[in-house]
């Protein structure tokens, strides 16, 4: 019987009067394939269920098993959740990497290590909480296959006692993270979590500079990826037809949407599917089956990274110019070629926006949180079949692998609207149709689905030069025509794509442009910048290409205007570049980040501070 | 009393369609090119067969054979897409509405070359449609170069002599799971229309590989796909005979003789076997009889094999009846208390 009194956690002794409270980085250094993540989501949901605002970040290899990976969660009572640079407190577990990671902290921090590393030898100014993790897990857990799985448990409950999080909340989150199928596992690793709390009550009289205090900041909201969140986002848009090929890091969102469609989008009375998930045999047919499945009137989707966008760059061309809708989850990880795939960056706009030989322009949102992630999945469907062209949601893969907190998604108020679609009845009234014209001004032209039964429906879809009427022509006149409509409906496209979120402090003579998860460095930078600096800097958000009148106005009203990106080469910048006059585009500076972890707020207010000359 | 003659009743199938309604816009291939006479038989089989037009989709990839779907049912929604990529936009089409009978039309360039992997992924699923390859050994649009489909020392009109061995897309198919295979020759009327028929008749992926000579770049002594070639060379393996669900079938099937394989939609193909003992429901006989005639330089042609049994790709997604593409609203937004219930899971 456990004599372990949980929470509320006592103060330790030796804690400092004044402990940083709910402001803090946790860093988890361990090893690929060794059940850590089970660990580190439990820590992570434990701070969130006391009601403190929190983000975890998996920096993982490319790998199966054995290389090292490193897991920061990071607690802010002011609700920033994007990377933090520094770190005040880590677990060091992988024997690999501990000497490394604990030279690179700030004096003053605290390390929880296993004790075997002897890392209280490398340097006198951090503090050192050295832990006996086999020692600990074998009564914990008899079966010595298990333990290796179970051991990183041990450190949740560490961490607990030295921050105090309470052991409860440990409890619930062990709950919720094996569900109640697997009980078993769940009590299993909540031995082990009390193991180590207990190990640490009676161990450590010397308190931590650090402390977790109960808020209300998470009330109602969620833990979710974006990866599932545009799985959801697809699911409630009614997509019908999805086609995919694995790719990290864009994997996980066509497999949450495989687990959600199975449970959700079955018939009730007949068990039958009210939709067709197809693992295609690579990134080719995967486009190309979304484009059959968009021409044939399906919702149709695939999702991928860099390496199957350059795969996808011919069919995507024939989806604009034959005007299909699809919609393509770009989560976008560091190129070029096969780059670092576990990396983040948001380095395929350029190539994502003018995909495939020729004069093509494709729209492209820009999701910066799980909620958008849900919302745009749903906008992106209803803006491709009314615009009959293949879309691109852009996420990456801090956004698309990593966990955030997120309100509850809301559920979509308007109906579905399938776009320009004319069936037997309208072709009886209309006596006839023709593909590609421009009836209403829009530059959209109106469909017909094969298998509509009636004698005027058919009309031949080609990559070819076609007339209006979708025939074969290679007549100056007819070409121009064509690439003209195209080009308008691509302006009337600003009209309807999501307009940015605009930020204007009184003052602010610079100005920030970012889009995607640049957001939550540059919203701390903002911050920063007010408060250290005081330099007042506005911030719009872009949430789509086209751009719109909104992004003009915002760079006029401003001396200097900093994009913000994570990638080498300013892509956004460079699609400004295309359509901007000189004297907008003197105005434009860049501010890029493309090391492949996500973007902090230091990094950003550093370089202000630098071209700003201050 | 009327003096006025009335007209002779127009001819019509027996769904009331003329066979013009069965046509497509004029081709532009050249005169005498294989590929027209396909077009024929495709015409034929479907005005015979009396397909509604619009229950069908038309697919190609890119080449002269891709060009032919504007030639055949004008009434037929048509897909010509990109370079050997027909099958993935096929497929997607019949996920969307598997309610749609799809005939795809390729050549030996964008099927062998450029198409082998995604060809092969269609096999292999054994999607239900007809995919007809109008094989001429030759790469016609860009004026004369070897396809995959070329015999080892078969030469261009150059002269110059090909070395490298001809990928079999009967062999192909066969091996990975198309379960109707034959092969044909543009110049067998007959045949072919047999065997289109089937194709149309048959539930699952039928693979008609087509001897369809190219009468500008490929049709010289040297050529293994030339008319004269074909002439000397085909061996038939069957005779065929198509007899529709919706006619009589009565007349007695002799023993031994003659072998009856009744299709998916009731119609039956009678397959009277010719020279040899073939098997048509036997794939490593099939298998095994082009080897032996590739050897001798002979071109098989005739129904390879047969398979009514086997479960399609859209079989195991288990959709429901009508298409997917046109489920309403109701059908695919799940409700409100589902996504605040799926929202509870994740606090």
Known sequence: MSTLEVSPADSLPGQSIHPVVNDFSIQVATVNGSGSQTANSVLMRAIFQMGIPVSGKN???????????????????????????EVDILVAMNPETAREDVEKLNAGAVVIYDAPLKLNEVRSDVHFFPVPFDKLVAPVCPDAKLRKLVRNMIYDGVVARLLSIEMDEVHVALGKQFGKKKAKAAELNWGAAKAGYEFALKTFTEGVPYRVERMNATAGKIIIDGNAACALGSMFAGVTVVTWYPITPSSSLVESLIGYMHRCRHDPETGKATYAIVQAEDELASIGMALGAGWAGARAMTATAGPGISLMSEFVGLG???????????VERVGPSTGLPTRTQQGDILSTALLSHGDTRHPLFFPCSPEECFSMAIEAFDFAEKFQTPIFVMTDLDLGMNNWMADAFAYPEKPIARGKVLDAADLDKLGGFARYQDVDGDGVGYRTLPGTNHPAAAYFTRGSGHNEKAQYTEREDDYINNMDRLAHKFEVMRQFVPEPVVTVPENAKIGFVAFGTSDYAVRESCDQLRDEHGIAASYLRLRAYPFTQTLLDFIQRHERVYVVEQNRDAQMLGLMRLEFEPEILAKLRSLRYYGGLPLDARTVTDEIIRQEGK | MSTTVTPPPKKVNHIGLE??????????????????SISERIVEAFYDLGINPYTVAKFSGIGCSSKSPAYFLGHSHGFNGVHGRMPAIATGALLANHTLLGVGVSGDGDTASIGLG????????????????????VYGLTKGQFSATADIGSTLKTGIANDLPPFDCCALALKWGATFVARSFSGDKRQLQAIMKTAVAHRGLSVIDVISPCVTFNDHVGSTKSYSYMKE???????????????DISVEIPEGEVR????HDGSHLRIRKLARDFDPADRFQALQALEESEAKGEVLTGVLYLNTNKPTFLDLLNLTPEPVATLPESKVRPTKAVLDSLMDELR
């Open chain 1, 59 to 85: 920096m993982f290899p490319s790998n199966i098993a054995g290389l090292p990976t490193w897991f920061t969660i990071r607690a802010s009572k002011h609700g920033y959740i994007g990377r933090r640079k």
């Open chain 1, 320 to 330: 604009y110019y034959s005007e299909i809708p699809t919609v393509i989850f770009n």
């Open chain 2, 19 to 36: 066979v013009v309604q069965y046509k497509g816009s004029r081709t532009t291939l050249c005169a005498g090119c294989g590929h027209n």
């Open chain 2, 118 to 137: 995604q060809f092969m992924h269609l096999v292999r699923r054994n999607v239900p449609m007809i995919y007809i390859i109008e094989n001429n050994g």
């Open chain 2, 233 to 247: 060379h085909e061996e038939v393996l069957q005779e065929l005979d198509f007899v529709p669900y919706f006619e």
């Open chain 2, 260 to 263: 009856d394989v009744q299709l």
